[in-house]
């Protein structure tokens, strides 16, 4: 839902219990256990991904970039994949992958080179300094995480990942092409 367009720009944006009464005022059906869950979850979301970029930023990346290291390690030694299918990993179009490689290229965060055994197939691989930038990332973001669930004990961790990941689950498998993004605004 969007805020509305009257809404002077320092509003503060209501609690979770004044945005379920709103929405209960308008909506009678609504489960406010349901809404309180999903709502806290996307303001989570969003308030993470902005300390994510922030921290990312302090090392000269974006969140774009973020997701190309990210995708490169998670490859595994020795950290390559060809554009195609760092596109299909990220949800993007060749185009905009393509675009993204160029400028890590200029950055020395990823090279690109033809593969010798197939001269047609493209492979990117992860270089020393975007290593180190993953890492660098890695450092930030453990700590972010580790303050963000100081509150919960190990086994409250462990049931709330749970949770979530069950959660996870039942969406990647109601929809299975859900994994992209909406639009490629990069």
Do not use: C
Not at 32 to 58: C, D, F, H, I, K
Not at 87 to 116: C, F, N, Q, W, Y
């Amino acid at each position: 839902m969007s805020e509305p367009s009257d809404a002077p720009a320092d509003a503060a944006e209501p609690s979770l219990e004044e945005q379920i009464a709103a929405y209960q005022r308008e909506f009678q059906a609504l489960d406010p256990q349901v809404e309180q869950v999903v709502s806290a979850l996307q303001r989570l979301n969003r308030r993470m991904n902005v300390a994510y970029g922030r921290q990312t930023a302090t090392l000269g990346l974006s969140n774009a970039e973020w997701e190309v290291l990210k995708a490169l390690v998670v490859s595994g030694a020795p950290y390559q994949l060809g554009p195609g299918e760092l596109a299909k990993r990220l949800g993007l179009t060749p185009a905009a992958m393509t675009h993204r490689i160029d400028r890590m290229a200029s950055e020395g965060l990823v090279t690109r080179e033809r593969d010798e055994a197939n001269r047609v197939r493209v492979i990117v691989e992860l270089t020393g300094e975007g290593r180190e930038k993953w890492l660098e990332a890695m450092r930030l973001a453990s700590v972010f995480e580790e303050d963000l669930l100081q509150d919960l004990n190990g086994e409250e961790r462990q049931l709330l990942g749970q949770v979530l990941t069950r959660l996870l689950r039942r969406v990647e498998d109601a929809q299975p092409d859900a994994d992209g993004r909406l639009s490629d605004l990069d």
